[in-house]
């Protein structure tokens, strides 16, 4: 069974930095392209960031770009996000999720999704 769990979430002041991770269970990261989404409260769900699954290739929303880098370590079988100066405006439940193919990095293209960690960026 395909599963994804997030962790790495919290309270941070603004202008810290949180890694988040993803963890895969019945698939291997490296055959899947994997994205970061996050969801805020009262707004729709957005696309954060994503690596494609063989060549490495990564896309950030401009929101983060940066400021945040994704990585993906075969060996852990888990992708990372790593977040700096973080600001209040993003905190969101992100979520980690996955998909054969990698294509557009928006939510409806991912088949996959792990239960989310909250991340609160607040003084």
């Known amino acids: 069974q395909l599963q994804l769990v997030e962790s790495g979430g919290g309270l941070v002041q603004p202008g810290g930095s949180l890694r988040l991770s993803c963890a895969a269970s019945?698939?291997?990261?490296?055959?899947?392209?994997i994205g970061w989404f996050r969801q805020a409260p009262g707004k729709e769900r957005e696309a954060v960031s994503c690596?494609?699954?063989?060549?490495?290739?990564?896309w950030y929303a401009d929101s983060v770009k940066g400021r945040s880098t994704i990585s993906r370590v075969n060996a852990k079988n888990t992708v990372y996000l790593q977040m700096n100066s973080l600001k209040p405006e993003d905190t969101a439940v992100y979520y980690c999720?996955?998909?054969?193919?990698?294509?557009?990095?928006?939510?409806?293209?991912?088949?996959?999704w792990g239960q989310g960690t909250q991340v609160t960026v607040s003084s």
């Open positions: 019945g698939f291997t990261v490296a055959d899947y392209a």
């Open positions: 690596i494609s699954r063989s060549d490495g290739i990564t």
């Open positions: 999720a996955a998909v054969r193919l990698f294509g557009l990095c928006v939510s409806e293209n991912y088949d996959y």
